[in-house]
């Protein structure tokens, strides 16, 4: 996969040889690359307010920033730096939004061509890579935890555009195909993936970052929010050279989505929002009668440390964590426990459920 702004080392019906370089990118900087020609013209790139001119120390090159620019309540000033480029019929033939910390690569009233890079925003510094900045990472994962600098990920496919400005905020909508504008809010310090007009599909991030594995979920569904959890998990342990099987991964994911919340109870006993396991709710809904309504759920993400306080043996939550409180909730609801899973049995000294003649075991003879 050929990383956007990256310059090709051939022409398309080229014959390569192994070993030739087929493309050159700067891992460093994400290019703001103009897909029309024509006149640049600064928007609301004011020197002092969103505009200034640091020195490399290094080089001794000057170079001009955009600086985070915080309206106070008494200007009311909705400065939103950007690159417009005017055509020959003089008329704005294309916007580029510029975020906090893009280096401009062009000058004011100067002449582009299609392909020419307008400015440059600088990636994230590679984090740890090491196994100790990996295991806290997998962790997050397991757990389903918002990670710390989240991304925006689009929830429907549609066309970019830019809204109104806030004082720490900046205002983006997608417009699909039929239906109203899905806003979202980002902060100005963030770094935007995407261009005023362009086309997202659902799930492509917005801003940089690690994705909500609740939004993932919400947005794409099971199977795309497993394959991520895989994805990321073994990314951890590739970087070491440790191999690790996906079935084993796709186990403790299974656990972490084996509960659903009701949405409609139908004509069940079961109560809109309750949480109860995916096979709990389809049992309930094949003792239903014909013409009777089955009950509806959404899938839902839960950590691994709650997946397990939840399951229906309590003798099995009980080894994990919280022994004393859930014990004492088992005694006051008066719950049983069947003894249906491998560790419950395990505790109790039984022979475990499984092997060729587990599942005859399960129901009673004749």
């Not at 001794?60 to 690159?83: C, H, M, N």
């Not at 299609?114 to 900045?133: H, P, Y």
Request: glycine share 10%; charged share 30%; no cysteine.
């Amino acid at each position: 996969r050929i990383p956007y702004g990256a310059y090709m080392m051939f022409d398309d019906g080229h014959i390569l040889t192994k070993g030739d370089r087929m493309a050159e990118w700067d891992p460093f900087t994400m290019p703001v690359i103009t897909e029309t020609g024509g006149i640049v013209k600064y928007q609301d790139l004011i020197e002092g307010k969103t505009l200034t001119e640091q020195t490399d120390e290094a080089t001794g090159i000057a170079q001009r920033v955009v600086i985070e620019y915080r309206a106070t309540t008494k200007s009311k000033e909705d400065l939103r730096p950007r690159l417009t480029l005017t055509g020959s019929d003089e008329g704005e033939a294309a916007r580029y939004m510029l975020a906090s910390g893009a280096t401009l690569s062009v000058d004011d009233n100067a002449e582009v061509q299609a392909g020419d890079v307008l400015a440059r925003v600088s990636r994230e510094s590679a984090k740890t890579r090491d196994i100790t900045g990996g295991l806290p990472r997998v962790a997050e994962l397991f757990e389903a935890r918002v990670p710390k600098e989240a991304a925006v990920i689009a929830k429907v496919s549609g066309r970019v555009v830019f809204g109104k400005d806030y004082k720490a905020k900046r205002k983006i909508g997608i417009q699909p195909e039929d239906g109203e504008v899905v806003e979202y809010l980002v902060p100005k310090s963030k770094v935007i993936d995407v261009q005023e007009g362009d086309y997202v599909k659902r799930g492509d991030n917005l801003i940089g970052g690690s994705p909500d594995p609740h939004d993932i979920l919400e947005t794409m569904g099971i199977e795309p929010l497993a394959e991520y959890l895989v994805s990321e998990i073994q990314e951890v342990y590739r970087l070491q050279g440790v191999k690790i099987n996906d079935k084993h991964i796709e186990t403790i994911v299974r656990q972490m989505l084996q509960k659903v919340e009701i949405t409609d109870g139908g004509d069940t006993t079961l109560l809109k929002g309750e949480q109860v396991d995916r096979e709990e709710m389809d049992a309930i809904n094949a003792k239903l009668e014909k013409n009777q309504t089955v009950a509806q759920g959404k899938p839902i993400l839960l950590g691994i440390t709650k997946a397990s306080l939840q399951t229906r043996s309590f003798i099995s939550a009980a080894s994990f964590q919280e022994t004393t409180r859930v014990l004492t909730e088992a005694a006051v609801q008066g719950k049983q426990d069947t003894l249906m899973g491998l560790k419950e049995n395990v505790i109790v000294g039984r022979l475990i459920p499984a092997g060729t003649g587990a599942g005859m075991n399960r129901y009673p003879p004749g």
